[in-house]
Each structure stands twice: as C-alpha cells, then as structure tokens.
C-alpha cells in the first residue's frame, strides 16, 4: 500500500500571497484603463469636439419660430396698387406621416387630389413614396377653394401652411415697368427684380429651448422682422390705362408688330406711363412668351427719323449759323453731297426754318447741319441724351447708338440732321422733347415718385429752345403734325418715319413716330408714340402715329386737370334756361 505524501502547508501558504497580488494589481490595471478611456473620452468630446453632442442636444430640446414678412408693395403716385402680397395656403406633406397612417391605401382621395393639381396621380404619389422623407411639396400656392377642398380629403400626412402670393391688380397694363417675381417671392423681371432687396424686407425668429414634457424652460434669442419698404412709383395709373388703350387699339388696327408710349412729366422728369403692346398678364403666366416680356420703350432703339431735326435746328441756332427768321433755298428739292442724294419728295423753293420743320424738308435740314458742323451736331445731340442712359435706372435700358468717330463725310451729317445713322429709344426721345418743353432744362429722369422739382442742367439755351418749341407747335398747326391736334390745347410735335435696316441696307418695313409737348404755354408733358411695322397702306407717322398722340394727350390733360390754353377754335356752349325767346 502506497503512502500519499502530505502537501507542505508551508509553500502553499506562501505562494497564495503572490497570487492575490497580481490579480489585485490586474484588476486595479482594468479599472484604470477603463477609468482612463473614459476620462480620456469625455475630455475628447468636452474640450476637443464637444460640438456634435451640443448639436444632438440643441436638435431635441431648441425650437425656432419665423416670424413671416409680407412683400411690400408697388403704388402708383396717387397711392393705387400696382403689385400686393395677398396670404395664400400652399399643400405639402409629410411622407413619414402619409405611410403611419396608411394614407396610400385609399387611392380615390388621392385621384381627386390630382384632379384639382391637374396632375398625374402616380407623379402625386411618387412624391410620397419614400417614408424617410419628412418634407415635400404637393402643390404651391392654391386657391382658396382648392384649400377647402384638401381639408375636407383629410389625407393623413397632407397638411396646408399660409404663404404669400403676389397680385398685380393693373395685370397687363403696367406688366413691363412692375415685373413679376417667383413663386418663392423673389423678383425675376421689371422693378421687382431691380428692388428685390428693398421690398423682401427680414423675417423675425424666436429661438426657444423645450424640455422633455414639452414646457418652455429658456428662450435664447428674439430677432425681430425688419419690414419691408414700399415703393412708391411716379407712373400714374390713370394715364398709363388709358396710354396702354390707345397703343393696343393702334397696334391691332394697323396690324403691327409692336407700339410703345411714353409719358413723361415736363417739369419733373417723373415717368408718369411707360407702356407696351404686345404686353402680358403677370397673374396668368400660361401664356407667356419671350416677346412680350421686353419692355420696348427703353430696350428697342430705332433710327428716329424726322423726330429729330429739330436738334439740327437747335444745333444752327446754338452755333450762330442760322437765326429763326432766316430763309433757306433748298431748290431744286434734291442735293447732291460725294455721290449721295439727299432729297424732299418735291422742290419746295425758299422756306423759312419753321417751315423746314412744317414741311419736314430734308435738304433744308441738311443744309443747317452742314453749316453748323458735325461737333456742334454731336454735342447738341448728346446734351439732350443720345446715346446714354436716361437714369430711369430700369432693366434692360439700351443706349441708342450715337458714334463720335473722328471722320465723318457730308452725306453722313446730313443722314444725321434728319435721324439716320444713329437710334434711339422711345424714352431717349421723350426725353428730349422734355428739355425743349422745359427751357433747355435737362431734369434727371425717374420711375419713382419725386417731391418737389429736381434741380435741372441748363443744357440748351432757353432762347433757343422756346423758339424751337414754337416752330413745332407751328408743325401741329399748319405742317405735317396737323393730325395731332387736341381741341382746346396748344399742342408742339413732330412726325417721324424711318425704314428699318437690315443686312446691306434698308427693307420695306417702317417704324412711325409722333413726338410732343403739351400745352405749349406752360409745358406739362412730353409724349412719344412708337408704332413699329405697320401693315396696310398708312405707314407715315403722320397717319399713324399722330392720331394715337392726340387721343392721349387729349385724355391726358383733362385727367391731370390742365386748364385749356386754347379756346379759339373750341365750339362753346352755354347751359340754357327754361322760358321763352323773343
């Protein structure tokens, strides 16, 4: 039998010392590399990127609330509105919501939903399809009826929010100078885009922190709205419907492409209409075409024709080479300058310079911009505006065109006396019709409403632009003009008629043209009809062009309140009284 040897106590006792010591200082190593990583990970997001869990936390407790902003609005000088934000509801809805209540099971909620969108109902429904989606537009800016209607649905997950849509109450007749904005609000066109800023304005915001039942237990900041301005025009409503009218009617009846008519107020140099046909209805943008959203008065320039011999009388004047009382021989009605002809539809013989004017004589024009030179010529022509901007600081101005080369031939500055080789714009020549109404004083022009008289620059000779002003009233009164007269006013004006040109020359098409001032004793304001293209076999300014200016100058003055300055030829009639005659 086998003897178990006894274990020696003694060296197990001392071994179990050794033992307990690395597992004490193991498990204290654990705990402080657990402990270490810990402070060492919340030391990395508290110092080093504690953004993420602020944002976490700001995005379950922080809350905002806009605080929304009308649009201001667009008036005319007497206050009517031009453009208004009215408050709209828009449908939208949120795909997460549409798929926890089932809002897809029910198809025929969705059919009618698509019907008053005029939509496709797979394109409505595509919209929602993805649950993770929390936000998407069904449908912008909707009708009241249409919102009535989206509630009585009740699509879970289709909800309404109020936003703001712009009206334009004047629509067609004032859409060139307005513009139109988005659908976001913002200005894509007109005076809308050029005064964005000005009329969007800043919403306001409060910024709150929530807690977990919901309470408000901090408001962090409070940013208040910053309205937006109103813009307050110079345009008048009045003359500008009744301008539009007379344009459209004139357009349509001739058959011609486009016509333009600009207002301009004599004294201030405030645009009081600026009008275009074809125009367009910025509240229904169905039909909206690229050509009818130019605004032509100031973007289309044409060669003026005959509207501006009278600058050529001015420029004689100012130089010293003709005096009004002179006479001009421009026989045999035709001249002849390098090769070139230069001619009047018959030989006229001697004419005084009014009735160069009266007569719209070519040779006799000519003659007076040769004898007071091309430097006069371009100097007298730029102090009226030719070839600049007006100032009217409105989109898509054009410039004209007026060359100041150094060599210029004789043909070519007498072209130029009677308005070839250069253009301009139907503003660019109110405007100069507006310094000789105004004693040679050029007058910043503007669309918004001035107060008061601007100070002006005397940039023609007041005697000299008196006495071109009663020559054109001798043109309405004896001359070619005789179609613009308006019963009961004296009334200042040139016809015009040029042939628009086209690659090597000119075409058969025209453009026509009335320019004036009324009244002539104390000038209110400067008129300009553009017809561009007329059909058929009136294509004369006088023919055309001259009616519409007497038609809206008529109504034009009687609207403002003008007194008649011309009673001599006005039929008057005194109220009778019952009783009898003897």
Request: net charge neutral; glycine share 10%; aromatic share 6%.
């Amino acid at each position: 039998m086998a003897i178990t040897p006894k274990p020696n106590r003694r060296a197990t006792k001392k071994a179990q010392p050794h033992l307990s010591k690395a597992r004490f200082y193991f498990a204290m190593l654990v705990v402080l590399g657990v402990f270490g990583s810990l402070v060492a990970r919340a030391a990395y997001i508290q110092i080093i990127e504690p953004e993420r869990l602020i944002y976490e936390g700001d995005r379950r407790s922080l809350r905002a609330d806009a605080t929304t902003v009308q649009r201001g609005s667009i008036l005319d000088r007497n206050g009517r509105e031009l453009a208004v934000s009215v408050p709209v509801q828009t449908v939208w809805a949120d795909p997460k919501r549409v798929h926890e209540g089932n809002g897809l099971d029910n198809r025929e909620r969705w059919l009618a939903l698509a019907e008053v969108f005029r939509t496709d109902v797979n394109d409505l429904m595509s919209k929602v399809a993805d649950p993770t989606r929390r936000f998407v537009y069904l449908e912008r800016k909707v009708t009241p009826g249409v919102a009535d209607f989206v509630r009585q649905l009740g699509i879970p997950g289709v909800y309404l929010k109020t936003e703001s849509r712009r009206f334009y109450p004047a629509g067609e007749i004032a859409a060139h100078v307005v513009g139109f904005t988005d659908i976001d609000g913002l200005g894509i066109d007109g005076l809308e885009a050029i005064y964005n800023q000005v009329l969007t304005g800043v919403p306001g915001e409060r910024v709150y922190r929530k807690d977990a039942a919901g309470r408000v237990v901090e408001e962090i900041r409070v940013t208040e709205a910053q309205q937006p301005q109103q813009l307050t025009l110079s345009i008048d409503q009045r003359l500008q419907s009744l301008a539009y009218a007379e344009v459209k009617k004139a357009v349509r009846y001739h058959q011609a492409t486009s016509g333009s008519v600009v207002i301009l107020d004599v004294q201030t140099g405030e645009v009081l209409a600026m009008v275009n046909s074809p125009s367009y209805n910025p509240n229904n943008r169905s039909d909206m075409q690229p050509h009818k959203l130019r605004n032509r008065a100031i973007t289309d320039a044409y060669e003026p024709g005959s509207t501006v011999k009278p600058l050529a009388i001015l420029a004689g004047l100012e130089s010293g080479v003709i005096k009004a009382t002179d006479v001009i021989d421009t026989s045999p009605g035709w001249l002849r300058l390098g090769g070139r002809r230069v001619s009047d539809p018959r030989n006229r013989g001697e004419l005084t310079i009014t009735q160069i004017l009266e007569n719209s004589s070519n040779v006799g024009t000519a003659k007076v911009a040769l004898a007071a030179g091309i430097d006069t010529m371009l100097t007298t022509y730029a102090a009226v505006g030719f070839g600049n901007d007006t100032g009217v600081a409105m989109l898509g101005e054009s410039f004209g065109i007026l060359q100041n080369r150094q060599r210029w031939s004789d043909f070519e500055i007498a072209t130029l006396s009677y308005g070839y080789g250069m253009s301009a714009t139907t503003l660019q020549l109110a405007q100069m019709y507006a310094i000789i109404g105004n004693g040679g004083i050029r007058n910043p022009l503007t669309i918004q409403r001035r107060e008061g008289k601007p100070e002006g620059e005397q940039v023609i000779s007041k005697q000299s632009a008196d006495t071109v002003l009663a020559m054109l009233e001798s043109v309405v009164a004896n001359g070619s003009g005789s179609r613009a007269q308006v019963s009961g006013y004296r009334v200042a004006g040139k016809t015009g008629t040029s042939r628009k040109a086209i690659a090597g020359g000119y075409g058969d098409e025209y453009v026509t043209l009335f320019a004036g001032v009324a009244p002539v004793s104390n000038p209110r304001i400067a008129v300009v009809v553009t017809i561009n293209e007329p059909s058929g076999d009136e294509y004369y300014g006088s023919e055309v062009s001259a009616p519409v200016f007497a038609e809206i100058v008529s109504d034009a003055l009687r609207v403002m309140n003008v007194p008649p300055d011309n009673l001599a030829n006005t039929e008057l009639k005194a109220a009778g009284f019952g009783g009898s005659r003897d």
